[in-house]
Nanobody
Framework: QVQLVESGGGLVQAGASLRLSCAAS????????MGWFRQAPGKEREFVAT????????YYAGSMKGRFTVSRDNAKNTVYLQMNSLKPEDTAVYYC?????????????????WGRGTQVTVTS
């Protein structure tokens, strides 16, 4: 099992940057594919980015590609989401998630472990 705790959210103006962190418990963090998702009010949770166990492979949702960067530090049991050039439409609760089997996935149902989320609000 793994427990996930996100941090780093906040209130920023459009164009600003934020770095989210997700700290994981347990000694097998490096065996999990990690994902970031977000959920805006009244909308379904959507895929943001995912990173392989070693960190060597990443995928992004189209609207985030080029602005967001996912990375991980397995020695620190932490995955990061660097978000640049933030837009008001990026406002959402951001969640990290872990999956223990198979490869990368864009689907929430593939991830068995979730954090509680961190709020990101971008004002215009």
């Amino acid at each position: 099992q793994v427990q996930l705790v996100e941090s780093g959210g906040g209130l920023v103006q459009a164009g600003a940057s934020l770095r989210l962190s997700c700290a994981a418990s347990g000694r097998t963090f490096s065996s999990y594919v990690m994902g970031w998702f977000r959920q805006a009010p009244g909308k379904e949770r959507e895929f943001v980015a995912t990173i392989s166990e070693s960190g060597g492979t990443t995928y992004y949702a189209g609207s985030m590609k080029g602005r967001f960067t996912v990375s991980r530090d397995n020695a620190k049991n932490t995955v990061y989401l660097q978000m640049n050039s933030l837009k008001p439409e990026d406002t959402a609760v951001y969640y990290c998630a872990a999956k223990s089997r198979g490869g990368a996935s864009f689907y929430t149902t593939s991830y068995g472990y979730w954090g509680r989320g961190t709020q990101v609000t971008v004002t215009s």
